[in-house]
């Protein structure tokens, strides 16, 4: 009898090992993932400025942008970088500034993304391959939680029952669209009176390998010409998994 005890704690024993060593990967058994981190310190952004007009490339991803200048401004969407803090200037000459104290995780520099109604601002991976993004972090820019905050020319003052969001879509490497994922930078919904003001980590694993990522923008303000929101977010350290070690 305790011999057969015994045969049963050895088989316990083997099964909890067997199924640990299976859990020890996520990766369906193919190893360790490695993960890339794009913080964007390594941009050439002044300590107290910005760096717009450029297409910028960060470990295999290519960050979007058009910038041009005629005689009735400026005008660009897509991507820029900036070290800007100003918490209190309204309006569209605070437009690269982020609604906190610097980047996220104490670092200094971050990107400012804009959407305009001709093409969506987007990264890309710049090898014709998928890669599973992880997280990003997000916060508002300072230009789109005052707007909120107080109303502006162009946009309300939001009050009970509104809201602002981002989206983040996945494309494949034929160009098709897949999945998204939302986050509201506001919300007066249900009672609440949301404007996101700290660095928040939004997870993107459910997009799965993707090429391309599009960041749009959605809001209840909401005009003849599309949203009324200045569609601002500051992004920082976008992570995804560049290699799986064997």
Same mark, same amino acid.
């Given at each position: ?15 909890? @090992? ?5 859990? !020890? +990967? %996520? ?19 002044? !300590?107290? #400025? ?18 041009? /200048?005629?005689?009735? #401004? ?11 803090? !100003?918490?209190?200037?309204?309006? @569209? ?25 001709? $093409?969506?601002?987007? =990264?890309?991976?710049?090898? %014709?391959?998928?890669?599973?993004? &992880? ?5 508002? $820019? ?19 029952? +509104?809201?602002?969001? /981002? ?15 939302? =986050?509201?930078?506001? +919300?007066?919904?249900?009672? &609440?009176? =949301?404007? *996101? ?6 997870? @993107? ?11 749009? =923008? !959605?809001?209840? %303000? ?11 977010? *500051?992004?920082? %350290?976008?992570?995804? /998994? $560049?290699?799986?070690?064997?």
């Amino acid at each position: 009898m305790k011999k057969i005890k015994f045969l049963y704690f050895l088989l316990a024993i083997g099964t909890i @090992l067997s199924f640990a060593s299976c859990s !020890d +990967d %996520d990766n369906n058994g193919d190893g360790r993932e490695i993960l890339s981190v794009i913080d964007f310190e390594s941009v050439p952004v002044p !300590d107290t #400025g910005f760096v717009n007009n450029l297409e910028y490339q960060e470990k295999g991803i290519r960050f979007s942008n058009n910038y041009s /200048v005629s005689s009735y #401004g400026e005008y660009w969407e897509g991507f820029s970088y900036s070290r800007l803090t !100003d918490r209190t200037t309204p309006g @569209l000459i605070n437009q690269y500034s982020v609604f906190a104290s610097g980047g996220a995780n104490q670092s200094k520099t971050f990107a400012v993304v804009y959407d305009t109604y001709d $093409s969506p601002t987007h =990264f890309q991976f710049i090898s %014709d391959q998928s890669y599973p993004v &992880k997280n990003v972090m997000v916060n508002n $820019s300072t230009y789109a939680a005052l707007s909120m905050k107080e109303g502006d020319s162009n946009a309300k003052q939001f009050e009970s029952g +509104d809201w602002f969001k /981002v989206i983040f879509t996945g494309y494949n490497v034929a160009g098709e669209a897949g999945k998204t994922v939302e =986050f509201y930078l506001a +919300d007066f919904r249900d009672g &609440k009176t =949301f404007i *996101c003001n700290t660095w928040t980590k939004v997870d @993107l694993q459910s997009l799965g390998s993707v090429n391309k990522v599009t960041v749009t =923008f !959605d809001s209840s %303000d909401k005009g003849e010409y599309g949203v009324n929101t200045p569609k601002y977010v *500051c992004i920082d %350290d976008l992570t995804y /998994v $560049s290699d799986i070690e064997k």
